[in-house]
T-cell receptor, first 114, second 112 residues
Framework: DGGITQSPKYLFRKEGQNVTLSCEQNLNHDAMYWYRQDPGQGLRLIYYSQIVNDFQKGDIAEGYSVSREKKESFPLTVTSAQKNPTAFYLC?????????????FGDGTRLSIL | GNSVTQMEGPVTLSEEAFLTINCTYTATGYPSLFWYVQYPGEGLQLLLKATKADDKGSNKGFEATYRKETTSFHLEKGSVQVSDSAVYFCALLVYQGNQFYFGTGTSLTVIP
């Protein structure tokens, strides 16, 4: 079945440590997204990529970095510069011909600080 | 600016009750409107959408009508089930600049 796979489901980070969240899709979608979800808030866009080797900052990109070396993969690195990284992170994808509307979401990664 | 405002939850209903989750928006131009559902421990799934005024999106018994005059896209279901318990997000896509905005989500719990 086609879909988006995020791993790990739960992730713990020590202070000052960088961690990378994986997102893989086999839907052949051009666009991929990373969102952050906090209690009582909507989803906030961190980064998005419409094509391989290109990505754009979203609303809250500070303290995060991404890469898009392959169409199927869009890993997110939470750097030590992100002061409040504890959140639920969602990866999404969409096909370009339907505009920038996230169509498929992964099951998320919950990041916590030790 | 562009934004989405949803009714605050949590909402608790008995099985077979009628559901309304209010959503209003502010947007430049003519946005498309969406409802997403997030079941416990999962990512979001697109539930329904409407791309122009007076369109009605529907799926799995849920409906929402794009009302330009009231800038609303309220989600309704005539008879909810326990399996409908989830968080529901209203969202809009503004084509100018291709910006996508989510509401804060409304948690629904349906009790038998």
């Amino acid at each position: 079945d086609g879909g988006i796979t995020q791993s790990p489901k739960y992730l713990f980070r020590k202070e000052g440590q960088n961690v990378t969240l994986s997102c893989e899709q086999n839907l052949n979608h051009d666009a991929m997204y990373w969102y952050r979800q906090d209690p009582g808030q909507g989803l906030r866009l961190i980064y998005y990529s419409q094509i391989v080797n290109d990505f754009q900052k979203g609303d809250i990109a500070e303290g995060y970095s991404v890469s898009r070396e392959k169409k199927e993969s869009f890993p997110l690195t939470v750097t030590s510069a992100q002061k409040n990284p504890t959140a639920f992170y969602l990866c999404a994808s969409s096909s370009q011909d339907l505009g920038l509307q996230p169509q498929h979401f992964g099951d998320g990664t919950r990041l916590s600080i030790l | 600016g562009n934004s989405v405002t949803q009714m605050e939850g949590p909402v608790t209903l008995s099985e077979e009750a009628f559901l309304t989750i209010n959503c209003t928006y502010t947007a430049t131009g003519y946005p498309s409107l969406f409802w997403y559902v997030q079941y416990p421990g999962e990512g979001l799934q697109l539930l329904l959408k409407a791309t122009k005024a007076d369109d009605k999106g529907s799926n799995k018994g849920f409906e929402a009508t794009y009302r330009k005059e009231t800038t609303s896209f309220h989600l309704e279901k005539g008879s909810v089930q326990v399996s409908d318990s989830a968080v529901y997000f209203c969202a809009l896509l503004v084509y100018q600049g291709n910006q996508f905005y989510f509401g804060t989500g409304t948690s629904l719990t349906v009790i038998p």
